[in-house]
């Protein structure tokens, strides 16, 4: 099944982060012309291709400040910039310090560097599930798409054979979920785009984003769960997307990252827009085929 042009157009850069790929290189992977490729870019990520490019390198700059030895002038020149000069100024304007200062006063902010802050709160998100106690949340600033820090969501088991024994007696598969929600009043009418980027790590049944809207009732209106395109096994960055349109008598939209199983999911970068009427809807539709009488009572039917 073709990648969707979004996913196209991160899996090809992710690939080449390391490498000089301009945007003309990566208009022509995807079989645009430099024009079109730049409005399409533009109107889909509501930034440069440029820009971002250049935001993913300095997000990738600023975990190896933390997490390695590697000089400033090395990190420089792998992160695709033509001198240290260029990348102390962009990581600057991005980070609000230049790199050596930045990689001092983190690691001394935290000691010395955990990978992750484990947290019990992430601020206006919780955990939730079916088992929440099974799973934990915290902040990674190690694994980061843009900016300082992403959150991430894991398994506290990594035994997938107790997992799965505990899923064959149960008759269900557990899952965990980072999630917030929001009253639907300013968005009724609408139909609401939530994309964000993930990437995962021995995911064994799936994962992916999730949003549902509710009536006051607490009736289900509208749902996506990715069902249909879950994410299993090892994963780089990817964009990821659902649409869902808010009718009249919507109350409330919960939304957030569910992982279903074992593994470890991280979501950065999140963003929650109004779209038109032609991106078409990824809502859930649960059709049940109502007879006019009842149907095989004696159970032989084939």
């Not at 997992?163 to 269900?172: F, I």
């Not at 749902?223 to 649409?243: A, E, K, P």
């Amino acid at each position: 099944m073709e990648k969707p042009f979004m996913q196209s157009c991160i899996a090809f850069i992710e690939e080449q982060l390391d490498q000089d790929v301009n945007v003309a290189v990566l208009a022509k992977e995807m079989g645009y012309s430099l024009f079109h490729f730049h409005r399409k870019f533009q109107k889909e990520f509501q930034m440069t291709a440029t820009a971002y490019m250049k935001g993913r390198r300095l997000a990738r700059a600023s975990s190896l400040l933390l997490y390695t030895e590697e000089r400033v002038m090395d990190i420089a020149f792998v992160s695709g910039f033509e001198s240290q000069e260029a990348f102390t100024r962009a990581f600057k304007k991005q980070h609000g310090l230049p790199p050596r200062r930045y990689r001092n006063l983190m690691n001394m902010i935290q000691g010395g560097g955990s990978q992750m802050e484990n947290a019990s709160t992430i601020k206006k998100w919780f955990l939730a599930g079916s088992e929440p106690d099974q799973y934990e949340v915290g902040l990674d600033q190690q694994e980061v798409h843009q900016g300082k820090q992403s959150a991430y969501l894991k398994s506290k088991s990594v035994n997938e054979t107790a997992h799965l024994k505990l899923q064959s007696l149960e008759g269900t598969v557990q899952f965990g979920t980072l999630m917030q929600q929001c009253k639907a009043a300013n968005y009724t009418g609408k139909r609401i785009k939530l994309s964000g980027f993930i990437r995962t790590e021995k995911v064994h049944i799936s994962a992916g984003l999730w949003m549902r809207v509710d009536s006051k009732e607490g009736d289900v209106l509208q749902f996506d769960n990715m069902s249909n395109r879950t994410i299993t096994g090892d994963t780089g960055w990817n964009v990821y997307s659902i649409v869902l349109d808010v009718p009249s008598d919507a109350a409330v939209i919960a939304f957030g990252v569910m992982l279903s199983g074992t593994g470890s999911v991280w979501l950065d970068s999140l963003s929650f827009q109004e779209v038109d009427e032609r991106t078409p809807t990824t809502n859930v539709e649960i059709d049940f085929e109502v007879h006019e009488e009842p149907m095989n009572l004696s159970f032989e039917m084939e």
